[in-house]
């Protein structure tokens, strides 16, 4: 890790009310002393920096996030989101994940509508279910880490490892630079579950309805939202 990084240690957990003294520019400086850092002193920072204030967000696709934080603070809050839209395997996937590390889950349900909303109205569809869900899972946090990852999709190619999100929360993303063949590795060297719609073509699982297997050469996220423009679900703007 660099000096860069370690000056920026502090024996205190960031708070909410904490946030305002996290300018761009500071937030810029952080992220790229930890380009080149690892995965795991990415979470390593952002659990001394914000734990108990830190949430992880999971899609369940796969445990690689989850299993890195697990080792370094196994009492971190992991959030998932069940919009009623999911694969049964993810929801599989999802208590499989639970019982073998034993997580901190907090699982954020929405309630049953009249209509499908993600066939009635698509575009707000992940806003009411996802989005309003992530707002609620992460009041009164200072801070949240996804897996996302750059080499997902041409829209998160410039993804920073770490910036404010559209709430004013420092979201920290430690597999930004990972690649597919990272991805693999750890799980092969780390027996890390997954959801098992992966091995059929699967590359990025979001909601039943709109995710499809991805072309083999083609980016992972374009299963998601076949047929329209939509790239983002909203989650990581």
């Given amino acids: 890790m660099t000096d860069t990084v370690v000056n920026l240690r502090v024996s205190s957990p960031t708070t909410s009310a904490d946030l305002a003294s996290f300018t761009s520019a500071d937030l810029a400086e952080i992220s790229a002393g930890l380009e080149t850092a690892t995965a795991s002193e990415i979470v390593a920072w952002a659990v001394e920096r914000f734990h108990p204030n ?3 967000t999971s899609s369940m696709t796969d445990a690689v996030l989850i299993d890195l934080a697990m080792r370094v603070e196994p009492s971190i809050e992991v959030v998932f989101i069940d919009t009623g839209y999911h694969f049964p395997e993810t929801l599989e996937t999802m208590e499989r994940v639970r019982r073998h590390y034993g997580l901190n889950l907090k699982v954020m349900t929405v309630a049953p509508h009249d209509q499908e909303l993600w066939r009635v109205d698509p575009e707000n569809c ?16 200072a801070a949240w880490m996804s897996g996302l990852r750059r080499a997902e999709s041409p829209s998160r190619a410039s993804a920073p490892v770490v910036a404010h999100d559209v709430r004013g929360l420092v979201k920290i993303n430690p597999l930004a630079t990972w690649d597919d063949d990272d991805v693999a590795r750890y799980v092969a060297d780390h027996d890390v579950p997954v959801n098992p719609l992966l091995r059929q073509g699967y590359r990025s699982i979001g909601c039943a309805p709109c995710t499809a297997p991805a072309e083999k050469d083609a980016d992972a996220r374009s299963g998601r939202w076949q047929g329209s423009e939509k790239t983002e679900c909203g989650l990581h703007l």
């Fill in 54 to 56: 830190l949430s992880l």
């Fill in 126 to 141: 992940c806003s009411a279910l996802k989005v309003g869900q992530l707002d609620r899972a992460l009041a009164g946090k």
